[in-house]
């Protein structure tokens, strides 16, 4: 968040501002938990391909891919493998079941700096 980078000139301050903001309008989403219909087949867990049986919870991600669910122990980052706090994730363009936390997805699109650990702009 550009509010936390002190040492930034007006014009970086300003390209980090626009970089989040388009981040989080392409890419971010929150997870929903929901029991599957009873009764029902179940689903497949898109992390562990567990079954995830009829009335059972189950975590649903809209911007990966309708109808895909996990286990809510198996929503985690595909990359890290860290529990997504709070259902936030982000999905790649394209979805596919593919998950990312948000470190994760910010060096998809940029890289980290070794200094300051922040992504470059």
């Given at each position: 968040q550009p509010q936390f980078c002190h040492d930034l000139a007006e014009s970086e301050r300003r390209e980090l501002k626009l970089f989040a903001q388009r981040r989080k309008r392409e890419n971010l989403g929150q997870g929903s938990v929901r029991p599957l219909p009873l009764p029902g087949p179940g689903a497949v867990c898109q992390q562990c391909?567990?079954?995830?049986?009829?009335g059972s919870l189950a975590v649903f991600a809209a911007r990966a891919g309708l109808g895909l669910c996990w286990h809510p122990r198996c929503f985690r980052c595909g990359r890290c493998r860290q529990i997504l706090?709070?259902?936030?994730?982000?999905?790649?363009?394209?979805?596919?079941?593919?998950?990312l936390c948000g470190r994760d997805h910010g060096e998809t699109l940029r890289d980290r700096c070794p200094g300051c650990d922040e992504v470059s702009y």
């Open positions: 391909g567990g079954r995830v049986p009829g706090v709070d259902l936030l994730y982000f999905c790649p363009s394209g979805g596919g079941g593919a998950l």
